[in-house]
């Protein structure tokens, strides 16, 4: 970044709401288990990826408010009951009821139905009080128009934390999945700088599907939400967004699967700032940002930059295996040699 006299900063959302919690979805959840609470649910269904970080969040703010959760992951492993790694670790240990599926049952029958099915299989069952079961079902990523709100929250709390820190930003980048946070920053930036000097361009980078399919969904939970685009009545949603947001191609080889160069990239930024990103995520979208965006144009010149740390670290576990060669380069380990034994892997104290 020094190449471009970038100025950045990030906004640690990965610490937000601890370990269990921690990452974007903390904030949608606030709005949707409240929800299920208000609607006096006893169960919640959620559906993601293996390694989903909305999944074992809900399933944390489920133990929390006493609601019992069940996550569907969708995964090519046949069988997950020997699985433990990074986010299944908790969401296991938090006593979630775990389910799978393919990726090609997600793909023909679809998240919501998928979702839907199982809320009708409990609403058969009792629970250990004998009350039948009543579900509340959330989305992939909590992207509905409820979740969404909790980032327009978040970009009240970041304009408020950029006043007193006397901080402006020229622009704002964050990852993209399942298109809630891109929905919530880019309404809440235009409800809170919208015709002001101070509006950030936002930068959404998609960390799967393509440019158009993301206009698409924010639209959606735009509209969801109840927006209508403010006196332009003829434009539609989607060109709104378009006009307020620049949704940039992060994808890489594929969802949640890392490249060489990715997590050499995510290495080096931890050894260069002692903060650690994900592959799945915020590694991908800096990554992309960096290598593809950055050096698209002389707009980032001398500029300030916001990154949005949306978290999701747990998923680092993962790649254990193919962070090794790297690891065994930055980082060699050598044994103390206390007795001046003079072996070559050790060092003499
Ligand atoms: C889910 C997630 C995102 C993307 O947020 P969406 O609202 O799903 O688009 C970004 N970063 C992390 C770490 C996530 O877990």
């Given at each position: 970044m020094?190449?471009y006299n970038?100025?950045l900063?990030i906004?640690r959302?990965d610490?937000s709401g601890?370990?269990?919690l921690?990452?974007?979805?903390?904030?949608?959840?606030e709005?949707?288990?409240?929800d299920?609470?208000?609607?006096?649910?006893?169960d919640?269904?959620?559906?993601?990826g293996?390694q989903s970080?909305?999944?074992r969040?809900?399933?944390?703010?489920?133990?929390?408010h006493?609601l019992?959760p069940?996550l569907?992951?969708?995964?090519?492993?046949?069988?997950?009951?020997?699985?433990?790694?990074?986010n299944i670790?908790?969401d296991?240990?938090?006593g979630?009821n775990?389910y799978?599926?393919?990726?090609?049952?997600?793909?023909?029958?679809?998240?919501?139905?998928?979702?839907?099915?199982?809320?009708?299989?409990?609403?058969?069952?009792k629970?250990t009080?004998?009350l039948t079961k009543?579900?509340?079902?959330?989305p992939v990523?909590g992207?509905?128009?409820?979740?969404?709100?909790g980032?327009?929250n978040a970009v009240?709390?970041?304009?408020?934390?950029?006043?007193k820190e006397e901080?402006?930003?020229d622009?704002l980048?964050f990852?993209?999945?399942s298109?809630?946070?891109a929905?919530?920053?880019?309404?809440?930036?235009?409800?809170k700088?919208s015709?002001?000097s101070k509006?950030p361009n936002?930068h959404a980078?998609?960390?799967?599907d393509?440019?158009?399919?993301f206009?698409?969904?924010?639209?959606n939970?735009?509209?969801?939400?109840?927006?209508?685009?403010?006196s332009?009545?003829s434009?539609a949603?989607?060109?709104?967004?378009?006009?307020?947001?620049?949704?940039?191609?992060?994808?890489?080889?594929?969802?949640?699967?890392s490249?060489?160069e990715?997590?050499?990239?995510?290495?080096?930024?931890a050894m260069?700032?002692?903060?650690?990103?994900?592959?799945?995520?915020?590694?991908?979208?800096l990554?992309?940002?960096?290598?593809?965006?950055?050096?698209?144009?002389e707009?980032?010149?001398?500029?300030t930059?916001l990154?949005?740390h949306?978290?999701g670290?747990?998923?680092?576990f993962?790649?254990?295996d193919?962070?090794?060669?790297t690891?065994?380069?930055v980082?060699p380990v050598?044994k103390?040699?206390?007795?001046?034994?003079g072996?070559?892997?050790?060092?003499e104290i």
């Amino acid at each position: 970044m020094q190449k471009y006299n970038i100025t950045l900063h990030i906004k640690r959302e990965d610490m937000s709401g601890g370990l269990e919690l921690g990452g974007n979805k903390v904030r949608k959840l606030e709005f949707l288990i409240a929800d299920a609470i208000g609607r006096e649910c006893t169960d919640v269904v959620t559906i993601g990826g293996e390694q989903s970080n909305h999944v074992r969040a809900t399933a944390a703010a489920c133990c929390i408010h006493n609601l019992k959760p069940h996550l569907i992951l969708r995964t090519k492993k046949v069988n997950l009951s020997d699985e433990y790694t990074g986010n299944i670790l908790l969401d296991r240990m938090l006593g979630a009821n775990l389910y799978t599926c393919t990726p090609g049952e997600y793909g023909r029958i679809g998240s919501h139905a998928l979702v839907e099915r199982l809320c009708v299989q409990l609403r058969k069952q009792k629970n250990t009080r004998e009350l039948t079961k009543k579900p509340y079902a959330i989305p992939v990523g909590g992207s509905n128009g409820l979740g969404t709100w909790g980032y327009i929250n978040a970009v009240q709390e970041l304009s408020e934390q950029l006043q007193k820190e006397e901080i402006s930003i020229d622009h704002l980048v964050f990852a993209t999945g399942s298109g809630g946070t891109a929905a919530g920053i880019t309404l809440g930036t235009a409800l809170k700088y919208s015709g002001t000097s101070k509006c950030p361009n936002l930068h959404a980078v998609g960390v799967c599907d393509n440019e158009d399919y993301f206009y698409r969904t924010i639209a959606n939970i735009s509209e969801e939400m109840g927006f209508i685009p403010p006196s332009i009545k003829s434009k539609a949603t989607e060109d709104y967004i378009r006009e307020h947001l620049t949704v940039h191609q992060g994808k890489g080889i594929g969802y949640a699967m890392s490249t060489a160069e990715e997590l050499d990239f995510i290495t080096s930024f931890a050894m260069e700032t002692g903060i650690v990103l994900d592959p799945v995520y915020t590694g991908k979208a800096l990554y992309h940002f960096a290598t593809n965006v950055l050096t698209s144009g002389e707009e980032f010149e001398n500029s300030t930059i916001l990154f949005w740390h949306t978290g999701g670290t747990l998923g680092m576990f993962d790649k254990a295996d193919e962070l090794l060669p790297t690891l065994q380069q930055v980082a060699p380990v050598k044994k103390l040699d206390v007795y001046g034994k003079g072996d070559p892997e050790t060092i003499e104290i």
